[in-house]
């Protein structure tokens, strides 16, 4: 009986293992057969490969990436393969296959009218979670859309910047930067300025990290994030091996003294929520209109989605996820803005006579708008977040949810080359995309006759010129699509009156740090020698 009841065990277990088999195979097969269908239907061509150096090992590419990154140079690294194999080229490997793309039909279709077949949680799942969790970043879905309702509609109300608030950080900023041509690195400044900013807007307190006589050690708690981001950056790119990236000590006290942090404003908001009363029927809003806030309410971003909710984890979350991108990113952007400006004198010197050409008339939204020059040098250098030569954001990927197509790609000749790649692509379920900002913002048919140079006079509607991108995809510094930028316009005007300011407070720029542009990678691309510069005060 005793073997009866072992043999009956076996049997069953069989049983399952050849029912799963054979459902994997027919979902294989399946898959096949649609992602023949599709190829046939759109006559997709194949897409050019990268010919690996060591071949079937698969591993020469990764090498030379490691190296690129370790001396800085990973971005123009990429844009000399898409040179070399042209807009849209496969990269083979044991890991994960990647397409690489720096086409705007692809982006295009990647980021906006094939949304829902690409997704990021696959690739990002479990990685980020010990630091940032399932935040709006870092989810897909139903997940995302619920993140994305507890945000958006603070961003709604905050589409012009409050510049009266953010002057009163700005002004701690200029007191740290001398004004007699000594040499001052700009870029821990600006990053101090944006995270007294950002706490405000995000938390409803300043940390006053400018401030001479605060207690508050910026020093240490940037030191935390940044070694925390740095953590997640690194299980990001090993991707599916990211789990090799230990928890280690260091990384788990940095990420701990970042929750610490954030975590008293989460109690604290939602005490505040709680010890909130109704409004009354006099303060609620009447028939057909709109609750809005009074101008001289502050707008806190924490307070909102407490509202919403009050699971602490969540709301820890989802600060964290739209904290690090525009603290890091805004400051970024602007750092880059003068590290270009301290390079190109004539550009200072025409900007500086476009700002002062306003007098003594204040600097509000309606008035930048109306400096054309400026206007022009924020689309050449960071219009909106990101920058064209040096963008914070570099990269992007996507993961394939199903078989989909990308309109272009597909190669008529050798797969080694780039001839005649205009033809559509299949992209299987489980390939990643990875779409290139950095080499877009640099294509040739888009910006020639001079890509690489700083040169804010193509944007003018006055200069004959012929490359001047013709489409919104062509120039995506916030992307596009559902995921794109909910503080694009808000970042917009505070970069814009941060330059003005500049241009108003001094009267030259120069250069100091004599290196060329490397990058350093947290979660962002930023300047590995930072922004060192030599003002004179007007």
Known sequence: ???????????????????????????????????????????????????????????????????????????PFAQDLFKKYGNTWLEPSWKRTTVHTCDPK?????????????????????????????????????????????????????????????????????????GDGSTVDLQPIFKRLYLDTSTEFFLGESIQSLSPESSFNAEDFLTAFDTALKGVAKRNKKGR?????????DWKKACAKVHRFIDRYVEKALQ?????????????????????????????????????????????NQILNVFFPARDSTAIALSNTMYLLARHPRVWNKLRADVLSLGDKPLTF??????????????????????????????TFRMALRPTILPTGGCDGPLSSSSSSSHPILIPRGTVVCTHI?????LPSIWSPDPETFRPERWSQTEKNPHRPTSGWEYIPFLGG????????????????????????????????????????RMTAESRFGCKV?????
């Open 534 to 538: 030599g003002l004179r005060r007007a």
């Open 106 to 178: 692809n982006i295009q279709a990647v980021t906006s009218t094939s949304f829902a077949n690409f997704g990021l949680k696959p690739l990002r799942e479990g990685l980020s979670d010990p630091f940032i969790g399932k935040g709006i970043l870092m989810v897909d879905g139903a997940e995302w859309a619920h993140a994305r309702n507890l945000i958006r509609p603070t961003f709604a109300r905050t589409q012009i910047s409050d510049f009266d608030a953010f002057e009163k950080h700005f002004r701690k900023a200029l007191a740290l930067i001398p």
């Open 482 to 521: 559902p995921r794109i930028c909910p503080a694009q316009n808000m970042v917009l005007g505070e970069i814009a009156y941060a330059v003005a300011r500049m241009c108003r407070e001094f009267v030259g720029v120069e250069e100091r740090d004599g290196e060329e542009w490397r990058e350093e990678y």
């Open 366 to 395: 309606e008035n930048l708008k109306s400096l054309p020059y400026l206007r022009h040098t924020i689309n050449e250098e960071e219009k909106k977040k990101a920058i064209r030569l040096h963008s914070p954001i570099n990269l």
């Open 1 to 75: 009986m005793a073997q009866l009841g072992l043999g009956h065990v076996i049997s069953f277990v069989l049983s399952g293992l050849l029912s799963f088999v054979i459902y994997r195979l027919y979902e294989f097969i399946s898959e096949r057969l649609l992602e023949r269908e599709l190829c046939h239907t759109h006559q997709c061509r194949p897409i050019p490969q990268y010919q690996h150096e060591d071949g079937l090992l698969r591993r020469a590419l990764g090498k030379k990436q490691a190296e690129a990154y370790a001396a800085g140079r990973a971005a």
């Open 438 to 442: 950095y080499t877009l913002h640099r």
């Open 272 to 316: 505040e929520q709680k010890s909130n009363c109704p409004a009354t029927d006099s303060e609620k809003p009447k028939s057909g209109q709109e609750y809005t806030k009074s101008k001289k309410e502050k707008v806190v971003l924490l307070h909102d989605m407490a509202k919403e909710t009050s699971d602490k984890i969540e709301l820890r």
């Open 241 to 249: 091996f990211g789990f090799l990236h230990f928890w280690g000590s």
